[in-house]
């Protein structure tokens, strides 16, 4: 299963917020913002926080993409 997490850079935009700021305010690492930033899988835990600091769900900030079907 692949995510994307689109829904997050879009949402930081509209509260006007960088991703540094969000490493602050949520106290999740640079590492995890880096997966992030690669749609790469983090833990709940750092999901949580940062809907904790942003005032969302997780649907507002991670989309959960189909694997594309391999022919063959």
Known sequence: MA?????LWKLLIDKKMNK???CERAKISTN???RLGRNEDVRVEVLTR????LGCSMDEIIEV???KTVKG
Do not use: G
């Not at 995510?3 to 829904?7: A, H, T, W």
């Not at 940062?50 to 600091?53: K, M, N």
């Open 32 to 34: 995890a913002m880096a």
């Open 65 to 67: 993409l189909p694997e």
């Open 20 to 22: 540094t700021q969000l």
């Open 50 to 53: 940062i809907c904790l600091e």
């Open 3 to 7: 995510v994307s997490y689109d829904k």
